[in-house]
């Protein structure tokens, strides 16, 4: 938890920096209007340090939805990546949101799994 407050503090503190940045061309690396109009999905709630199997089955439907949400998004922000009416720093933004999606998905599943491996250590157990 306190991890993911720290990543959202330096994302946020970073952005205007990154905004700032210019490519080779002179342009700034800012979404195109259409892209910043793309809905970001949320992390799915945390999952119980201790989870019992139900708590595994809703986080399990949670990530799936989750991913589904990613997957729209992505499409979202790049549905007109290849417009020559883009600049390189449009095209930079979009790189930057995708893979910054694509880690957030990436840091869910493994929350998700560590889940699964504690449920199984504490079946082992008993």
Known sequence: MKRSIFVALVLVISLPVLAKEETKDGSMVVLPLEAQACNLPSAPPP?????????LIKAQKGVKGFQADMEVYRK?????????????GNRAAINNAHNYSVDMEERVAEMFNVAVRAYKANQAKN
Not at 76 to 88: K, N, V
């Open 76 to 88: 979202c922000i790049g549905h007109d990546a290849r417009s020559d009416e883009l600049s390189d």
């Open 47 to 55: 999952i119980p340090e201790t989870p019992v199997y139900d708590d």
